[in-house]
């Protein structure tokens, strides 16, 4: 396909829920064409996550549309390290830790939600390769996949019920927005089903959710993951042991009785070729003005539990995400159908918010997502305004369903009485009435987080390794809306909080104004948008292929 002005299928976000609809729907209808647009430079480049694969959609995925697919070098890499050891950790203080997973084989025992927990026979997987592969299946299906092609905004028809198209973002302007000899008009791409899967907080589909008035029925709430990848040594690998997942509650973000009250924790999991894994996972509802999730990341791997696994390694990558963990309430559906999504347009993955919290996980859940979208089209081909709906059947009749259904209440609770309180609650799983819950960034106070590091977090090394490029002389595309309450409000009460959180260090005082100074080293992560505490700031699309360049994360 040569011309992109019309395809019939648009899926936006190369990631694994855009690429298993690309793959299933190859598959089941080979001549159909299909179009994966994706902002990033090169497959994987934008994607990081912990990341722990439940693998059955994988396989069902796969299965028909490649078979053989096991004895692939690919699969070999990407599915290396199978889980055969799977700790939950306790940590109290700097030095002394529990495991609990007798605690979590209790509660599947009666079959409570926080059995689901456990990951032994899943896979620790680089979701950055996962995607690569992905890409590459669905290229050999003849699946036009398009690195470099940033979609800013969503085309509706005349009665806002489907949409037409997709824009993609203007390429040449100055930093003042001046056009430039080079200057491109983003085009319109036009489709007959479009795809959104964006991963969390998807631009386009946040504003498709707006234009069209679909509805959650509980603010979605984040979490931001900041991510190092570690090269340690053999015998400290061999210590760890290849196939062992470790995640860690408490300390540093919370501690019960005298807090802090955070939401997250910590994990370590074994990678290939001795990297270990190495993050920290924290809820934006935290409240500390002065708190930066780099700081719980330094803090965590000096916990002498983790400390002993990566003392002296070095640090070949790292990067920074949101993670959507509002679950069954939080999902964008139509108030009048029900639908994820409208007419020709369904929302998938992250983009839709399926990451089930009691599991720690979504992979599977988007991959799942991608194969019902498939399976709608397929049905639909002669009626693209029937596919949102069906898609959402499909949904409904799955696995996907079931386990945000078990997990509904798990973080609203949690948001609404704290780890300490929340978490023993969340027990009670379905039978809880669903809480209301504030936004994330209505949460932040003056409080100071406790464990604050007595030096500042090297932030440019940190950028440095996620690789983060974009032109230099463009807009920027981190916007603040007023400046004056930046002034007058925020920097008096709160002392700024962005120019602390933001793992790039975009933001700065220059000249007595907060700006985004070093737009150039965004990492995407989103946090921004969401944790200002006084909704100030909008994430745009840069110019295409601009951000972070994942290869292993
Ligand atoms: Fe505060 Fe938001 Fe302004 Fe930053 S952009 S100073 S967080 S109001
Ligand atoms: Fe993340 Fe915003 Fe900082 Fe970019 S500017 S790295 S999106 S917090």
Redesign the pocket.
Known sequence: MENYDKVSVLVVGAGPAGLATAIQLKTQKPDIDVCVIEKAADLGNHNLSGAVLEAEPLHTLLDSAAPGWRDSDEAKEVLAAKIDKDNVMFFLGTKLSFNILFAIKLAKKFGLGFGQMIHLGDYSVSVSKLTKWLGQIAKKLGVEVLCGFSAEDIVLDESNSSATGVKLVDQGLDKEGRKQPNFVEGEIINADFVVLAEGCDGLVTEKFIEKVGLQRQSPQLYSVGVKELIKVSPEQYDRFTAGRVVHAMGYPIWTPIIGPGMFGGGIVYAGVQEHLSVGMIVGADWKYCDFNPQDALTNFKNHRFVKKFIAGGTVVEAG?KLIPEGGYYAIPKDPQTGAIGKGNVMILGDSAGFVNMLKIKGLHNAIESGICAAKSIAENTNNPQASALRYTELVENSNIDKEMQSAKNFRQAVAKFGPLLGMPLSVLGELLPKFKVEKDYEAMTTAHYKFKGSQNFDKDTFTAMAATEHREDQPSH?RIINRNTCAQKCVPKYGAP?IT????G??EIINGQVK?AN?S?????????RKCPFDN?R?TVPESGGGPRYKRM
């Open positions: 920074a981190l962005c959180f933001c793992p790039a975009v933001y985004p737009p080293n965004c990492l995407h992560c989103k946090t921004c948008q700031i994430w």
